[in-house]
């Protein structure tokens, strides 16, 4: 059996710190690979979802822009019908005002015959 020395011993330990160091740096290196790569992935994600999210946000402005555009024209139509019924209830009245005044024309014949 080989006598080992305290010199020998400390050289020993201190091969065993440098490489535990050299993985460690190894390590080191290969966290901050994945941290550059996760972060340019969520820069990446974060871009798409802004671009999404604008999109949408178009979309819902076109949306409301038609949905205005329908009341406006519901309501027009409304007061067309009305306007139309209105009308339609005068000249109603007009007619049976005529028919009236004929049927009294009619029976003033009739009676002059």
């Known amino acids: 059996m ?8 400390a ?3 201190g091969n065993g710190f440098a490489d535990v160091d050299k993985r460690f740096d190894a390590v080191d290196k290969r966290f901050d ?18 671009s999404e999210i604008n999109s949408v946000r178009a979309d819902i402005s076109l949306i409301w822009k038609e949905l205005k555009a329908i009341n406006k024209r519901l ?3 409304s007061e067309r019908t009305f306007e139309d019924s ?3 209830f005068k000249e109603i009245m007009q007619v049976k005002k005529r028919v009236s005044f ?4 009619v ?4 009676l002059s015959h």
């Open 2 to 9: 080989s006598n080992i020395t305290l010199d020998d011993l």
């Open 11 to 13: 050289r020993m330990v």
């Open 33 to 50: 690979q994945l941290e550059k790569a996760n972060e340019a992935a969520h820069a990446a994600i974060i871009a798409e979802l802004h």
């Open 75 to 77: 309501d027009e139509l």
């Open 86 to 88: 209105e009308l339609a």
């Open 102 to 105: 004929l049927e009294k024309e």
């Open 107 to 110: 029976e003033r014949l009739k």
